[in-house]
């Protein structure tokens, strides 16, 4: 993984070394409880688009797991959003 932050970072002229955030992320406002649900589920399945799991709650690092079986069994305690 520190491979390909690096070699992120050395995509972009404004980092010094790594890179972890992709710099051209837009911001939104969350207004209504549907748009949280949608932003939600765009993250939870952002580790099946990379590839690196086949069902978002398979991945370890993520909360989809906590709301795919409705308790807490992720590796952190989380406030759910819906």
């Known amino acids: 993984m520190l491979r390909i932050f690096k070699e992120?970072?050395?995509?972009?002229?404004?980092?010094?070394?790594?890179?972890?955030?992709?710099q051209d992320n837009q911001p939104k406002i969350i207004y209504t409880p549907e748009?949280?649900?949608q932003k939600l589920e765009y993250i939870h399945n952002n580790s099946v688009d990379a590839g690196i799991v086949e069902k978002a709650d398979e991945y370890i690092y993520s909360s989809a797991r906590d709301y795919y079986y409705?308790?807490?069994?992720g590796?952190?305690?989380?406030?759910?959003?819906?």
């Open 70 to 73: 409705e308790k807490q069994s």
């Open 35 to 37: 748009f949280a649900a």
């Open 75 to 82: 590796l952190i305690k989380i406030e759910y959003l819906l």
């Open 8 to 22: 992120a970072g050395e995509k972009n002229r404004r980092n010094a070394n790594y890179q972890f955030w992709q």
